[in-house]
């Protein structure tokens, strides 16, 4: 059996709809912030490859020139269309079209528990295991940037700290996963936790 096999059917197993849903302000309880009556279906892909260095995550740095959230670290990923079939269907159309991974590339494992945004949004993070070689191709205009971090890494909760910043005249709280220069934080860094919490008890 291949060295990393164990890991992707663990990962496998970490679906389950009755999971803790995470929030971009769970670390600050008794905040409340005004929300749309009804969130809007997300799914974002959490991309892993096996290579050499081992298991490794893609994550992309957004356009500096996007309206929403520029410069940040994201997933691949974006809301659910109409013709979209589901979160998984969302996640890997826009993981095709951000970063050049054809969907016949993703073995798709499973979903972590669902994270809403402080945008309004309901995303559904996407396990896939990409299966072939896989050279990037960067949207332009929407990613200036994909790089790799090891999942060991980020499966390690101490490699998390917790900072604050102001939101609305109240000092929110959020975790943080620096890496080299990267500065991953926001809805991606709560959801890598989340992942690093699952793995850390399975």
């Known amino acids: ?4 096999e164990p890991l992707f059917t663990r990962l496998g197993q970490i679906g389950d709809p009755a999971g803790r849903t995470t929030r971009d302000f769970d670390l600050n309880p008794g905040l409340t912030l005004p929300r749309p009556p009804q969130l809007r279906a997300a ?3 959490v991309p892993l490859f096996a290579g050499p ?12 020139a996007l309206r929403h959230h520029p410069g940040q670290i994201a997933f691949p990923g974006g809301k659910v269309e ?42 559904i993070p996407v396990l896939g295991r990409i299966m ?3 050279a990037p191709i960067p949207e332009p205009g929407e990613v200036d940037e994909v790089f790799r971090i090891p999942f060991t890494y980020a499966a390690d909760p ?3 700290r917790i900072e604050a910043r ?7 709280r959020y975790f943080v996963l620096p890496f ?3 500065y991953i934080w926001g809805a991606t860094a709560r959801i890598l936790r989340n992942l690093a919490e699952h793995v850390s008890q399975s």
Do not use: C, W
């Not at 059996?1 to 990393?4: K, Y």
């Not at 260095?53 to 500096?64: F, H, Q």
């Not at 102001?166 to 929110?172: A, C």
């Open 43 to 45: 799914g974002v892909l």
């Open 166 to 172: 102001p939101y609305n005249d109240v000092m929110v």
């Open 53 to 64: 260095r081992g298991v490794e995550l893609i994550l992309t740095k957004r356009s500096s």
């Open 82 to 123: 109409r013709f979209d079939t589901g979160p998984a269907a969302a996640a890997l159309r826009e993981a095709h079209e951000e970063i050049g991974l054809t969907p016949a590339n993703v073995q798709v494992l499973g979903t972590l528990p669902p994270h809403e945004t402080g945008t309004g949004y309901r995303m």
């Open 158 to 160: 101490a490699n998390y």
């Open 180 to 182: 080299g220069p990267y």
């Open 132 to 134: 072939d070689d896989f």
């Open 1 to 4: 059996m291949p060295r990393d």
